[in-house]
């Protein structure tokens, strides 16, 4: 008996073992394959037409969670009024091809009417009328456009508020938009709904009121955003995208313009959204605003919470669980409630079983699936944020060659190819700061200061905490704007650029209290820093074009070679999650992210906070071999031994005012130094 | 009714709209103020209060139109549905705190967010699943009184309306000012590092924050239903969005700024229906909320956010 | 049967999409072939805020099916019932969407001969194109838009020709405009203002309204929409009392129209209150209250039978069977069911084969009396017989305060042609 069942378990540990043998990619192949062929033969074998319209109706929905997906899982912008665009889409493709719109016959539609884009209608007694009749193969793109545009017009006045007014203020577009529906007749034909929206015809055969048509329609479309969304997701676009959810602030700093690129969400997300309308309202052939109200997008918002943000599989699982919920297993789970209700009630007697099977005969989960969802919502964000299938996002091996790079002693091995800067004129300031000055309120942060940063030399910024050291390099970096006062790199003024230009033009800065991409690898840490140094936009990244599959291959191998400069503390956790390393690597990662993006002059704020000696010691003599790589550094820290051991320069900040600068043994003399550091007392003791 | 009396009475009527907003405003942006969630459940935390005190109403004897009561009987009535239903409502945003909000207080991101949005949804679901879909009766108890102000009528409810309003604002107003809690709140909203290395109970502040919130949004749900004579499932959500940009416009986090910010939106809103077509009020109060966080994101009272980087 | 059947195989695959599909196919089970079924479906929106009054009308329908069942069936047929729910989460509403699906579950069950429903126009757009490539007829007992059986969409609701869109109650371009002429004929109305609640049926009934009262002479001084979601209507009332019309006219259900009637009571009880059959409704008169809802006039698009003696055994049973009282609505889905009914039983009697093609010129051929009085279709589908009653509310204090049938007083016909 115990022999048979270990027996057993010990086949099927085998079995499991063999399973885990195969290559994830080929599983994932093996799976996708099975259930692609299951989906298409679903027609063939489910002949009812109710079941392959259900079936259509969550293809819809998954599209829809798809393009949601950008926006939520991808750029982590909460949009709360996604149904807005499902609505611009459905209205746009019935203003281009049903019954609504019907302005009078001129000389003007004439050439529209050749292209067979409108038809002119003869009716006795009255004027000439033109018919709408835009093929849906053309209307499809179209109203994906118009939502993309929409997208931009809501996105950009609002991209720049924090994540949660961005979450409100689109729950407001997601309200405006069906109330203008309603309230624009000649458009939407208003509460009444449009009527006559064309089926798509395909070689003059019209889907008409079929289902099945729809239904690989939908196939199609899912297989093809499925396509679009994991090529954007690993491409340059994808990695600024989830920077930007990670750290907005940081995102900046590795040069991401993050207006332009939340747009571009919005947009890619908006279209998903249109495109999907067009094809819900032509299967429909008609539409109301009532399709398009905020439970529409929390429907949709559960599936990507359900799902899993940002995972592409999970989404589109959850989206046809859910529908499929909804159309089908409620009903018959109610029915069983009742059943059981009836049983309860008639096998006891008794007033507590009469109650109960009281209640269970009125249970009704169809109406309770709202509730379900809010339950949903609650317990996958407490108990399983990743969702159901947790965004993984495949990450190529490393060979063995790569993994034996050794640790550098003495500084990096020079040559690092991937980061040395140019040659600049030594004899021109890198950096010069002029009378800056920052207010918050009535309290002055940074007074006055004038500094100037050689170079190719390395300076050291000192001084007690609340000194103003932080704000310098924030108002440096574009992170902070000055009150007053000028920044000049190379002598051009870059006072007041947004954070993501000052890193185009070469200064690159690390945070003291570390600002990584936690749940992204090392490597893909390092790639997003090479946002401004690439060119890949959204069409050549899905299209993988030559060129952007060159410079992708480039890319990598400047951050092999950039990781590989730090030997094996990071080369083997290339693809490891950030969040998953030590302090002091994770230090080693932002200091490897800041060089990624080529910098000209480097900014570190405390690169050695909570190293052990030796590791102190290691960085030191690395942050000194980029100088003799040419790199100009400018540095905060509070260890004065490596500060002593390390800058040209040392510059004093206390109350944000500059109280000394020299060598270290010019400022260790100085009795205002000494006053800053050790109080007064102690000075003069 | 000259026009300008039909203008005195559409500010009569939008004071009253907006009063009822400030208190729910108070709960929005004490709780942005502290923790910085936009939480929706506010807005259901608000409509299950004004079931609550028809219940309670019903259980005193109270049904329907019809009992009109004066007097002692009136005061005491009322104050013990109101004592009740701010105690019920405190204590279910305290619930609502402890239970899933808690755990997700250090989690960066959207995860708070959307919780609450999955707690709204099952309020809101609870409710119609248990009371069901049409609007209800809400008991009144109040006699048929109507003072004359030129052309305009200003009726017993109105008034009392906004006298419960202010005694609540002003009690919260000297709580958040002179006692003991209201100083950590204020300490807490600030810095909250700062004050829990004060020797602040963060957790105390936060859930007495949820409570008097909550508690407002109670009271704020007893008196929509002795105002409107009728409470429905669906009531927070129109209240809760236009409370919500009441917060933003008086800037979020400020005390004073909500209850401004409630009245002027219950006057944009009458007088905007007055004016254009009520067809367009949703639209225009979304236009404001929008323009405000575009423009003047710390509105009008608001405090300067610091940013921490 | 089949369908539960098929679906409880399909519910041991949960989560399974693939294999619940090829159960669905397996789990098909024949029909007993020892006793001649056909099947009438019920489409009506039974989840969400049109839950009420769609149960009232499928009580209704179903109380028709098992009266005709206990008589011996239709011609030698027993009659089956499917119902199929157009409500979903998603819309929380009726969903034209679900609607479609329902539509094509139909037309995929060839025992489905006619349909009784759907309930709302809007589920009746998105029908009406499956149902007449099927030519499977439906009779709604609720549906008034009046585009659906216009000849003018002709090409887009009935694309193969034959009216397959029947109704036993008339069309919003009787109901709103009848009622304008009632105002102004008995009621002396002379301005008016116009309130819908954006729905598909309060817009359409409230713009017939209004084309009709401009067009005989009574001054419209304005027309707006409410938000049924919003709770506060003071303001659009205070601005309607600033300019005093004789009467407002709602056009709406009863989400809204709970609200606005409290509110006119409040603000500007004096004004007449006049609105259509969305205002009969048990919730209307529960949730407003006596005396705030008394005086309201209230149009149903059929004529009103419920207090005749010959019907007061019906109400008594549908009242016993459902434990609620009938709407008027019940009782024009019950006679959608007799018309069925009789159809089949003029097809069997005439030899021919039962199927969709011949119930449906059957159907269109109705000529019987029932409930609500004769019934018979025009080539379009819309029943020839055009009346509207008028109601007017006035508390009936024996009965309970959400009686339809006793809180509602009828008071006549309003008159399809103005007196002058």
């Known amino acids: 008996m115990t022999e048979s069942a270990g027996a057993k378990a010990r086949a099927g540990s085998a079995i499991g073992a063999q399973l885990r043998r195969i290559p994830a990619a080929q599983r994932r192949a093996a799976i996708l394959t099975a259930v692609s062929v299951l989906l298409l033969a679903f027609p063939l074998i489910d002949r009812n037409g109710g079941d392959i319209d259900a079936a259509a109706n969550a293809c819809a929905f998954a599209t829809l969670a798809l393009g949601l997906n950008i926006v939520v899982g991808y750029a982590g912008l909460l949009d709360l009024g996604y149904a807005a665009f499902f609505a611009i889409g459905a209205y746009t493709y019935g203003a281009l091809s049903s019954w609504q719109i019907q302005p009078q016959w001129s000389e003007f539609w004439e050439p529209f009417a050749s292209l067979g884009l409108v038809a002119r209608i003869h009716a006795e007694g009255v004027p000439d009328v033109v018919h709408m009749t835009v093929s849906f193969w053309l209307g499809m793109p179209i109203c994906g456009v118009v939502a993309a545009i929409f997208g931009v017009l809501f996105g950009a006045p609002t991209l720049r508020l924090r994540g949660d007014y961005l979450a409100i203020v689109t729950l407001g577009f997601g309200e405006i938009v069906p109330i203008v529906a309603r309230n624009w007749p000649y458009m939407t034909n208003g509460a009444i709904g449009l009527n006559g929206v064309a089926p798509p015809r395909l070689f003059g055969y019209s889907f008409g009121v079929e289902s099945w048509p729809f239904y690989y329609l939908g196939l199609l479309m899912i297989a093809a955003l499925i396509f679009i969304s994991l090529r954007l997701q690993n491409s340059r676009v994808g990695r600024a995208w989830m920077a930007i959810r990670e750290d907005e602030i940081a995102a900046a700093a590795m040069g991401i313009n993050r207006v332009s690129l939340k747009l571009l969400a919005f947009a890619v997300g908006a279209a998903f959204g249109g495109m999907t309308g067009a094809f819900y309202v032509s299967k429909l052939q008609t539409a109301t605003p009532d399709m398009f109200m905020f439970p529409v997008s929390v429907m949709i918002l559960v599936m990507i919470v359900l799902g899993g943000m940002g995972s592409v599989y999970g989404v589109v699982l959850a989206a046809i669980i859910l529908q499929l919920l909804q159309s089908w297993f409620l009903q018959d789970l109610t029915g069983w409630v009742h059943k059981l209700g009836h049983w309860v009630g008639s096998s006891w007697d008794v007033q507590l079983a009469q109650s109960i099977s009281g209640w269970l005969q009125r249970v009704d989960l169809v109406q309770s699936i709202e509730l379900i969802f809010g339950i949903i919502l609650v317990t996958m964000m407490l108990f399983r944020r990743q969702g159901l299938i947790p965004a993984t996002r495949p990450t190529p091996a490393l060979t063995l060659e790569q993994q034996t790079a050794h640790a550098s002693r003495g500084g990096f091995a020079l040559p690092v190819r991937g980061i040395e800067p140019k040659k600049a004129e030594p004899q021109r300031a890198m950096i010069e700061i002029r009378k800056l000055t920052r207010r918050y309120g009535g309290i002055i942060a940074v007074k006055d200061l004038d500094i100037v940063v050689e170079t190719n030399s390395i300076v050291a910024l000192i001084g007690p905490n609340g000194s103003g050291k932080s704000t310098t390099f924030n108002l440096i970096t574009g992170m902070d704007e000055p009150s007053s006062g000028k920044v000049f790199l190379l002598d051009q003024d870059i006072t007041g650029l947004p954070a993501h230009l000052i890193t185009q033009r070469g200064i690159a800065r690390t945070f003291q209290n570390l600002r990584l991409f936690s749940n992204m690898t090392v490597r893909e840490n390092i790639l997003v820093a090479m946002h401004s140094r690439t060119t890949t936009g959204p069409l050549a990244a899905v299209l993988r074009t030559p060129r952007s599959r060159a410079e992708e291959r480039e890319a990598e191998e400047r951050a092999i070679e950039i990781i590989g400069a730090f030997g094996n503390r990071l080369l083997p956790r290339a693809n490891q999650m950030v969040k998953e390393l030590s302090y002091a690597n994770r230090r080693r990662v932002e200091i490897a992210r800041a060089l990624a993006s080529r910098p000209k002059v480097l900014l570190l704020d405390e690169p050695t906070a909570g190293m052990n000696p030796a590791e102190t010691l290691e960085l030191s003599d690395q942050i000194r071999s980029l100088r003799t790589m040419g790199l100009t550094v400018f540095l905060i820290e509070h260890k004065l031994n490596v500060v002593n051991d390390i800058a040209d320069k040392i510059i004093v900040l206390d109350h944000g005012e500059k109280i000394a600068e020299g060598t270290a043994a010019q400022v260790h003399s100085n009795p205002q130094v000494l006053e800053a550091y050790l109080g007064r007392k102690a000075a003069h003791a | ?309 | 049967m089949t369908k539960i059947h098929r679906r409880q195989l399909m519910m041991t695959t949960v989560g399974a999409l693939a294999l619940a599909t090829l159960a669905g196919s397996a789990g098909f089970a024949p029909v007993q072939a020892d006793e001649k079924l056909v099947t009438i479906g019920i489409e009506l929106p039974l989840t969400g805020a049109d839950a009420d009054s769609a149960t009232r009308i499928k009580n209704g329908a179903i109380m028709a099916i098992e009266d005709a069942n206990t008589a011996g069936g239709a011609g030698g047929y027993k009659i089956a019932v499917t119902v199929l729910d157009s409500g979903t989460s998603t819309a929380g509403q009726y969903d034209p969407a679900q609607a479609a699906t329902n539509a094509k579950k139909f037309v995929a069950d060839p025992n489905v001969i006619a349909i009784v429903g759907p309930e709302m126009s809007g589920e009746g757009k998105a029908m009406t194109p499956i149902l007449s490539a099927a030519n499977l007829a439906a009779v709604t007992p609720s549906s008034t838009n009046p585009d659906i059986t216009d000849p003018k969409f002709a090409a887009l609701y009935k694309p193969n020709g034959k009216a397959i869109y029947f109704r036993t109650v008339t069309t919003d371009a009787y109901q709103g405009p009848n009622m304008a002429n009632y105002m102004r004929d008995t009621l002396k109305v002379k301005s008016v203002y116009i309130l819908d609640d954006s729905g598909a049926y309060g817009v359409g009934i409230a713009d017939h309204y209004e084309a009709q009262a401009k067009k005989i002479g009574m001054n419209v001084m304005g027309h707006d929409q409410l938000d049924p979601k919003e709770a506060d209507y003071t303001t659009i009332i205070t601005k309607i009392k600033g300019l005093n019309p004789d009467a407002i006219y709602y056009g709406g259900v009863a989400q809204a129209g709970v609200k606005v009637a409290k509110q006119i009571y409040d603000i500007f009880p004096t004004v007449i209150k006049c609105g259509g059959d969305g205002m009969v409704d048990g919730g209307i008169l529960s949730g407003v209250g006596f005396p705030a809802i008394e005086g309201w006039y209230v149009t149903q698009a059929s004529p009103h039978v419920m207090d005749d003696a010959a019907m007061s055994d019906w109400v008594a049973r549908y009242t016993k069977n459902y434990n609620m009282t009938p709407s008027d609505y019940a009782i024009t889905a019950y006679d959608a069911v007799s018309v069925i009914v009789d159809s089949i039983k003029r097809v069997s009697a005439s030899g021919q084969p039962v199927n969709r093609d011949t119930v449906r010129d059957a159907i269109q051929g109705t000529k019987i009396d029932t409930l609500q009085g004769p019934v018979s279709f025009d080539e379009n589908g819309d029943m020839l017989n055009k009346v509207i009653s008028v109601f007017e509310i006035h508390h009936d204090a024996g009965s309970a305060e959400d009686d339809v049938q006793h809180q509602y007083k009828y008071i006549g016909v309003a008159p399809e042609s103005p007196t002058s």
């Not at chain 2, 002179?178 to 602040?200: F, S, Y």
């Not at chain 2, 008086?250 to 002027?264: D, E």
């Not at chain 2, 300067?304 to 980087?309: A, F, G, V």
């Open chain 2, 1 to 309: 009714m000259t026009y300008n009396d039909v203008l005195l009475q559409q500010v009569i009527n939008g004071v009253s709209l907006g009063a009822m907003y400030s208190l729910l405003a108070l709960g929005f942006t004490m709780v942005y103020g502290i923790i910085e969630l936009i939480n929706f459940a506010h807005f259901n935390v608000f409509m299950v209060g004004s079931f609550f005190s028809r219940w309670v109403l019903k259980l005193t004897g109270l049904v329907g139109q019809r009992v009109a009561l004066t007097g002692f009987p009136l005061v005491g009535t009322l104050l013990l549905a109101l004592v009740c239903v701010m105690l019920f409502c405190g204590l279910l945003g305290v619930a609502i705190e402890r239970t899933v909000l808690r755990p997700l207080r250090n989690v960066p991101g959207t995860a708070a967010m959307i919780t609450t949005i999955g707690v709204s949804y099952i309020l809101f679901n609870v409710i119609l699943l248990t009371q069901g879909a049409d609007a209800k009766n809400f008991p009144n108890p109040m006699p048929v009184v109507v003072w004359k102000v030129s052309g305009a009528d200003l009726r017993l409810r109105e008034v009392l309306l906004w006298g419960i309003s202010l005694l609540l604002m002003g009690g919260l107003h000297f709580f958040v000012r002179r006692t003991r809690l209201g100083k950590a709140m204020q300490a807490t909203a600030q810095d909250q590092e700062a004050a829990r290395m004060m020797g602040i109970e963060v957790d105390t502040v936060v859930m007495t924050t949820f409570f008097l919130g909550s508690a407002l949004a109670g009271a704020a749900g007893l008196i929509f239903g002795l105002y409107y004579n009728f409470t429905s499932y669906v009531i927070g959500y129109t209240a809760g969005l236009r409370a919500f940009t009441a917060a933003v416009l008086g800037g979020i986090g400020s005390i004073p700024g909500a209850m401004v910010g409630g009245v002027l939106i219950g006057l944009i809103e009458s007088l905007g229906g007055q004016l254009l077509a009520t067809r367009w009020t949703d639209v225009i109060i979304f236009s404001i909320l929008v323009i405000v966080l575009v423009l003047r994101p710390t509105g009008l009272f608001g405090r300067m956010i610091i940013r921490k980087s």
